[in-house]
């Protein structure tokens, strides 16, 4: 084992007199860390608030009074750095396709039993069912849901491609948190402006709060804007195409509150982030729930 124990620092001197890393000897290292004082090479050196850290006092947060979680890296809004920034993006592609693969099996009684559906009856004759009827879990059952392949393939693609950067920049629960906000919003609205008796399924009200989220940390980073306002145009486009066929209700309230969510998010000061971030998802759920609640009041 090449670790050198803490208090040795002496013993990482070269026979020329320089310093070497204590986790890579031979390695010179010009650098101390701040805490234990020992010398580490540019491989080894963490970035912290005064100086420089080796990676042991950072996983250990030795010295500092509070756990080791707290010095940890951050990401942007906060989040941890984990080894796979992709995890959430591929349970939530997981998740779409094995319903996506039940549809199939099943046929449309399954489509029927999870869809968005406001007050009606799903066959002649029988009794209403939708979110009016008590059935809440269709907004989000319905965000899971797709018929057609071109549907899913399209929403996966946009959920590849916009989630997984957004992930390694949010960390998985800020990521899993706006997915799964902007899906409602967009359902809610779709509930409350679409006639009662037409059915809506697919993932693309969480899509479009992905679009809107990475237009947000583009703009925080200062990255070149116009790739993904030509992506929300083309998107937009599609939306209000004269064909119909599409809920643009669903897709204006993913984008709506996938915005602003993420700008709660990464603009949240560091002193106060976790109260604004906290707050700005409440707020996006608050508005949800009484969008519903009225919208619910109106069909019973």
């Known amino acids: 084992m090449d670790q050198q124990p803490p208090g040795g620092s002496d013993q990482s001197a ?21 805490r234990c004082e020992r010398p580490i090479c540019p491989e080894c050196m963490i970035d912290a608030s005064v100086g420089f850290q080796c990676p042991d006092c950072v996983r250990r947060g030795s010295g500092t009074g509070h756990g080791p979680a707290a010095d940890q890296p951050r990401t942007v809004a906060g989040g941890s750095i984990t080894a796979d920034p992709r995890l959430v993006t591929k349970i ?6 094995a319903v996506y693969l039940a549809v199939l099996a099943r046929g449309t ?6 869809m968005l559906l406001g007050r009606a009856a799903t066959y002649y004759g029988g009794p209403p069912e939708g979110v009016a009827e ?3 879990y269709r907004l989000v059952t319905s965000m899971f849901l797709h018929q057609e392949m071109w549907h899913i393939a399209f929403n996966m693609l946009g959920l590849w491609w916009l989630g997984g950067p957004l992930e390694a920049a949010l960390g998985r629960a800020r990521y899993l948190t706006l997915y799964l906000l902007s899906g409602l919003a967009g359902g809610a609205l779709t509930y409350w402006l679409s006639a009662p008796q037409q059915g809506s399924l697919g993932a693309s009200g969480a899509i479009f709060g992905l679009l809107g989220a990475t237009a947000v940390l583009m703009r925080r980073l200062n990255y070149d804007m116009r790739p993904v306002f030509a992506l929300l145009a083309v998107n937009l486009v599609i939306t209000f195409n004269p064909w119909g066929g599409i809920a643009w ?18 603009h949240a000061p560091r002193e106060r ?3 604004v971030q906290y707050g700005t998802c409440a707020l996006v759920l608050a508005a949800v729930i009484l969008v519903v609640v009225i919208r ?5």
């Open 14 to 34: 070269a026979a020329d007199g320089s310093l070497s890393c204590y986790r890579h000897p031979g390695r010179e290292a010009n650098i101390r860390c701040t």
């Open 92 to 97: 939530l592609l997981g998740i779409n396709i």
């Open 109 to 114: 009684a399954l489509v029927d039993d999870l």
């Open 249 to 266: 209700q669903a897709h204006v309230g993913g984008l709506v509150a996938g915005t602003l969510i993420a700008i709660g998010m990464v």
């Open 296 to 300: 619910t009041a109106a069909l019973t």
């Open 134 to 136: 008590g059935q809440w």
């Open 273 to 275: 982030r976790a109260l």
